[in-house]
Each structure stands twice: as C-alpha cells, then as structure tokens.
C-alpha cells in the first residue's frame, strides 16, 4: 500500500523497499509492513494513508475529510498526530473538513467556504472571535445570534444593550443603529432568577454530559444555547434564571 505510488513511479525494488519503509517509521507503524490492512485499527490505517502519500516527497500535501470514518476519541488523536508530523516536516497541507472544532485543531489558517465563494480566512482566533458575517459566526463553532442595540461609539469600542444588558464591545466598523451580535454559548452565566441585573429566562432543557451542562434557554431575547462548565448552580428544567454574559466571547458582527 505504501509502496504504491513509488512503484508506479519506476523506482527499483530496493528504494522502493527503503523509502516505504522510511514511511511507516515516520508515522510510528515500524514493524507494521506485513500486516493485512484488517488487521489495523482505524487510526493505523490513516496513519498508513498519510505514509503512502509522504513517500513521494510532495510540496503540498492534500487532506480530504481524512477523520470521517473514526469515532470521536480517535479524530482527536489521529488530527494531533497529523499536526504534530506537519509541524515536524513544515510541509504546506491543505486540509479540508466540515467539522469546525477540526478545523480549529489543525489550522494555522482557515478559510471558511460559503456556496464557493471564500467568506473570512484567518487564523483561528481570528474566524472564531472575530466573525465577518452570520455564516462564519454560525459555522466557526456554536454561536447564539441575537439583535442589540449600539448606544454610542467610545474609540475602537461601541457601548451596546443587548436586552438590557450593557456591553463594551470593539465596534468593527458599525457606528450606530440595530446590529447583530454573535454569544458564544460558554460566555452565557445562568444564576438564581432575581440574582443581579441579568436577562430573565427560563431553563427549557438541561442535558448532563459529564464535564460539561447544556441548557436551553427561554429568554426575552431569543432561545440560548448555553454551555456551563462550572456547574455550580445546576437549574433543572422549567427553573426561572438570571442571564449575565462574560467579557469575551461576545461580538458584533459587521455583515449582518
């Protein structure tokens, strides 16, 4: 398998042997050569995908959708282990995927597709803090859409209402008026209703999952998403909340 493409490209035997081998040493399957590929794992058999096509020295390397057939514990180590031996040979890799926390792994830059026209490219933080439109602000991770309203411009920030709530955002252009401002869904603290001078809202669903509290909430400015690591509070369905936002993870989009 390995050996494929260096045949088709008439090498002799000899360096065939050695540079495939070569291979399987770069993606830790030393010793693997011999084996069937049932009787490889999931994660060996990508390994050896990768190895065949390093073997022909390429300038750029391309992966399609290269994760799709694994379960989620193996993406992640199989996306660190792609990460780690593009760094270590500072190949140029163009990786395509449609799963976004992939995408944020992997990337030094990403360029986010909309019906084949790029929208926002970047690095990372860049796509995932500081969305040019809806889409990306959507795609680049969870985000919770919702209107606001721009009080006044202070410098690069805007001071914003975003249903009652005040804010101090960077204004990216904006000046005045409705906008849209993407939350993401970890930035969202829940606390006792009547607690403070949050958004009031109420607890539709709550879904345990370990390290981690997703609830959906009612509030009056729209359906939340809301990711709480703290776990501390712990609502249950049909309680009364009181919504506060943290300082990052909130910003206005420019193209709405």
């Known amino acids: ?53 390093l073997v022909l020295e390429p300038e750029v390397l391309l992966f399609d959708e290269p994760l799709s057939n694994l379960d989620a514990k193996l993406r992640r180590r199989v996306r660190e282990e792609i990460r780690e031996l593009q760094q270590k040979l500072e190949l140029t890799t163009v990786y395509v995927t449609h799963d976004q926390e992939e995408a944020l792994a992997v990337s030094d830059r990403i360029f986010v597709m909309n019906e084949a026209v790029i929208d926002q490219e970047g690095t990372p933080r860049q796509l995932y803090e500081e969305p040019v439109n809806l889409f990306v602000a ?24 975003i249903g009652g709530i005040r804010a101090n955002l960077p204004h990216r252009g904006l000046v005045s008026g409705e906008v849209s401002v993407a939350i ?28 981690h509290i997703e609830y959906t909430v009612d509030s009056t400015i729209g359906e939340l998403f809301v990711i709480d690591y703290q776990m501390e509070s712990k609502p249950s369905s049909g309680a009364a909340v009181s919504i506060t936002l943290r300082n990052q993870g909130v910003s206005l989009i420019p193209e709405s």
């Open 138 to 161: 959507d795609f680049i991770g969870d985000a919770n859409i919702v209107k606001a309203q721009i009080l006044k411009i202070d410098g690069i920030n805007a001071d914003v209402d």
């Open 184 to 211: 993401r869904p970890q930035s969202i603290c829940l606390s006792q209703s009547g607690n403070g001078n949050g958004i009031p809202g109420t607890i539709l669903k709550a879904i345990y999952l370990g390290d």
């Open 1 to 53: 398998n390995v050996s494929y493409g260096l045949t088709m490209s008439r090498l002799s035997k000899a360096e065939v042997s050695e540079k495939a081998l070569e291979g399987l040493e770069l993606v830790s399957l030393s010793g693997f050569g011999e084996r069937l590929p049932s009787e490889l794992s999931g994660g060996q058999q990508q390994r050896v995908a990768v190895a065949r096509a």
